[in-house]
Structures are given as structure tokens and as C-alpha cells.
T-cell receptor, first 113, second 110 residues
Framework: KQEVTQIPAALSVPEGENLVLNCSFTDSAIYNLQWFRQDPGKGLTSLLLIQSSQREQTSGRLNASLDKSSGRSTLYIAASQPGDSATYLCAVGHTSGTYKYIFGTGTRLKVLA | DGGITQSPKYLFRKEGQNVTLSCEQNLNHDAMYWYRQDPGQGLRLIYYSQIVNDFQKGDIAEGYSVSREKKESFPLTVTSAQKNPTAFYLC?????????FGPGTRLTVT
């Protein structure tokens, strides 16, 4: 059974720091991995989608990498800003053909001004 | 204005009552999903539908029911059989491998 873990659960950093959020999964047979941002009381906003054949994706200050063999993905945020404060979740898509996704519990990020 | 709408944003019900959460989309996506989110936990899949008139149980379907009579709509009914219905409910669609989420409905049952 696929399990997805995100460590740390919470992170507090000063503005301007570069930071890395981690997502680990137990079964490497995945279709894709998607990173989301969630603000308090809101829905999820898609940040980056990495297909299983890709190694990384970039959007602005965000870079996500995927290493299927080690069961890991990282989300790199460059030059963090207070507006980046949110919970970041990763979701792994199965290869079973059912298009089901397993979510991690998220990393709650606070960027201090 | 394309997107996913969930209504209402907040919903309050008495224990023992069934309640239906609305999810509407105008993205023309075939697949739709319902998730439940509890504090400190990740999203858990309740039901999903790959196409109209077809749906499958997710990991925590007990106490819930759905219908998919139209491509645009995927309502979720929380029945009185659901033991702990108070939660944040999120509806999503899928295009290719990418998921898109609605704003969510917070259900409180007392």
C-alpha cells in the first residue's frame, strides 16, 4: 500500500531564505507527483506536476524534482517571501490505471518578514 | 469564468440528518473526485468518477453516497451512517494527470 510522508510537518524561516520541502513515497510505481499549496480554510492550488518520466519541473521561484528509484520528491523554493506562507502538500498518482492519488499530510510553512 | 464551485462554504447540521454537498465544474473535465480533510491529516479519497453515470468507492466511502448524472455535477451526500462527518470536504477534477480543486465546504455536525 502506497504511503506518502512529508517532513518536516512545520517549518519557520526568515524571509529571503532558500528552502527545501520533502515528500517520500513507499511504492516507486507511480504515474506522476503533484505539488499543491493550501492557504488556511481554502482549496488546493496546483504548483507543479511531474510526470514519472521527468526528473524536474520549474515554475518561477519553484523547482520540483522527482527520484522514483529512491521514492523521493523535493520542492525547492528560492528567495522565500511572507506570501509563501501556507501548507504545501504532495500527491502521488498510482500506476494502477484507476487515477487515484495518495496525499501526504503536508508541511506548514511560515516565512517571517 | 471557468472553475469548480462548491456550495455552501459552511454547512451546519444536526446529528442524524443527511446533507448534500454540491460540486459543479465548467472545465469540461470527465473525472471528478471527493476528498475529506481532517486537521493535521492529508486528504482522503471518498468517491471518484471517471465518466458520467459511473463512480467508484475510494478509501473511506462508508457513510457517503454520490451520483454522476451530468458531466458538470458530482454531489456528495453525507448520511447519518457516517460516524464522524465534521470535516472539510474538497471536490476536484482531473485533466490528464493534473488535479484541480474547488474551494471546499466545511461541514459541522452537532
Amino acid at each position: 500500500k502506497q504511503e506518502v510522508t512529508q517532513i518536516p510537518a512545520a517549518l519557520s524561516v526568515p524571509e529571503g531564505e532558500n528552502l527545501v520541502l520533502n515528500c517520500s513515497f513507499t511504492d516507486s510505481a507511480i504515474y506522476n507527483l503533484q505539488w499543491f499549496r493550501q492557504d488556511p480554510g481554502k482549496g488546493l492550488t496546483s504548483l507543479l506536476l511531474i510526470q514519472s518520466s521527468q526528473r524536474e519541473q520549474t515554475s518561477g521561484r519553484l523547482n520540483a524534482s522527482l527520484d522514483k528509484s529512491s521514492g523521493r520528491s523535493t520542492l525547492y523554493i528560492a528567495a522565500s517571501q511572507p506570501g509563501d506562507s501556507a501548507t504545501y502538500l504532495c500527491a502521488v498518482g498510482h500506476t494502477s490505471g484507476t487515477y487515484k492519488y495518495i496525499f501526504g499530510t503536508g508541511t506548514r510553512l511560515k516565512v517571517l518578514a | 469564468d471557468g472553475g469548480i464551485t462548491q456550495s455552501p462554504k459552511y454547512l451546519f447540521r444536526k446529528e442524524g440528518q443527511n446533507v448534500t454537498l454540491s460540486c459543479e465544474q465548467n472545465l469540461n473535465h470527465d473525472a471528478m473526485y471527493w476528498y475529506r480533510q481532517d486537521p493535521g491529516q492529508g486528504l482522503r479519497l471518498i468517491y471518484y468518477s471517471q465518466i458520467v453515470n459511473d463512480f467508484q468507492k475510494g478509501d473511506i466511502a462508508e457513510g457517503y453516497s454520490v451520483s454522476r448524472e451530468k458531466k458538470e455535477s458530482f454531489p456528495l451526500t453525507v448520511t447519518s451512517a457516517q460516524k464522524n462527518p465534521t470535516a472539510f470536504y474538497l471536490c476536484a477534477t482531473r485533466q490528464g494527470y493534473e488535479q484541480y480543486f474547488g474551494p471546499g465546504t466545511r461541514l459541522t455536525v452537532t
